[in-house]
Every structure is written in C-alpha cells, then in structure tokens.
C-alpha cells in the first residue's frame, strides 16, 4: 500500500507550542527572537534566548507575539550587531532547513509582525502615530485601522501525463528547476492568476486546475497557494525577463529541484508519489 505523503504545514496546529494573544502575561518570564537584515540570530538549533544577547541601543523594534512554550515571546530587530562565539545569522531560506516546521512558522510570524511594526508607525493617510490595538494598528488621529498584510501568491504544477513542467527563474540557484508561481494581482482570483501566469511565462494553456495545499512565505510576507493543472495546449514560449529556462521533464527523471521544506518540492514529489513512482 503507498504512504501518504503529508506536508506538515498543513496539519493541524492544535498541538502548537504557540499561542496567539495580544498582551503579554506579567506572571511568565520573556524570551526574544533576534533580526537583523531579515537574518534570524541561531545558537545551535536555539532561535529564542532569554534576554537579548545586545546591547539596548541597538534595538530597532520588539514586538510581542504571542505566549511561546509557556514564556511571553517577542521578535526583536537590530542593527550593527555582531554575532558571538556560539550564534550565527541565517537567511530565513537557511531556517526553513534547520528548525522545525511550526519552529519555523513562529521565527516567520515574528520577523512579519516586526517588519510590519515598523514600516506602519504612522498613518499613510494623515501622517499621525499609529496606536497598536490588537491585531491592528489604529491612527491616533483620523482612526484609520491597519493590519499586517498578507500577499496571496500561487505556484502550480503543470502535468501531462508522465510529463511536468519546470523551469529556471534568473534568481535561482545553479541548475535548480522548480514549477511555475507568481503573485495575484488586485481584482484577480487565485485561478486567474494560474491561467495567467503560466501563459505569461511560458505560452502555454492549461485546464482542470486543482487546489492541493498552501504554505506561508515570508518573502516578504506572503501565502503560496498551490495548485496542480493539466496541460491543454500551446509550445513552450518563454518570458524572457522572468524564465531563464523551461522544459517538459520525465517525472521520474527530473533536474536538480527544491527541497522537501517547500511547497514546489513537496508538490513535485507528491506528483511522483501519486503516479507510484520513487523520486
Ligand atoms: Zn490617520
């Protein structure tokens, strides 16, 4: 009998180590998680510490989160920080390699929140100081409310039969392929962003769209949704400025692809693992 194959972001969050809550509790002690340039401060496999390892000035923003293991938690931001003998920066893409996945999606809630809280200090219509207030940010003058943003963005795997799509975007690392994805534009459903997309970047016409799962990107602060389509018609014909390279692969004979802690990987695999087939 074939294994299913779950992406564990999309299960349920019911045994969280996180809990969302707008104030912090006065009888819990505090722990922090460190940024600096979108970097998240690690010791060992550790990415909250009891106090912040630097000095106060220089401290950006500290955004409390939420109650993280039993212990208020906040994102802090810094800069001009080196890092000592037993911490390392990473890249939030090197994170998604080494914490665990719901470790993973609390470090990315807190560098959004912190970036957030930052970039809506004052209001964009009057200009005054926003006030937090929840959730949300509140003008303390004209009451305009703001709230985090979220961008939806789709990726699709485009099949036809044993064949899958793939194909090299400029930003990619050397040799590595992956399945077709790009950002909803205002006015647009998720499914015409797939049709669109696709057509735009590589000419061809796809139908039957499926929706599979999603995954939360902190690049800057999106939600990938995915979708698998079928191939309908047309030749590969590349957009130039945002397609390096584009092919019909094998599915059991694919180019260097993204790993298992993205949705494009586990979507391709899932493909090869419903075809019966060992990527
Ligand atoms: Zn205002």
Redesign the pocket.
Known sequence: MKKSLFPAWTLSQEKAVFVNQHHPSPDLDDCFMLFQDRDLLLRDRAFVYPVPPFSESKIITREFLGIYENRNCYAVLVQGCTAAADDAWFSMREVREILSIKNYAMASRGLQLAEWAICQK???????I?KRNGAARV??????EYFPPVAPSMIVLVHDGERILLARSPSYPKNLYSILSGFVEPGESVEQSVHREVFEEVGIKICNLEYVASQPWPFPHSLMLGYQAQYSGGEIKKDPTEIDDAHWYAIHDLPLIPSMSTIAGWMIRKRQHDLGING
Not at 139 to 144: A, D, I, N, Q, V
């Open positions: 004052f209001c964009g219509r009057c200009g005054e926003n003008c303390s003058c004209c009451g305009k």
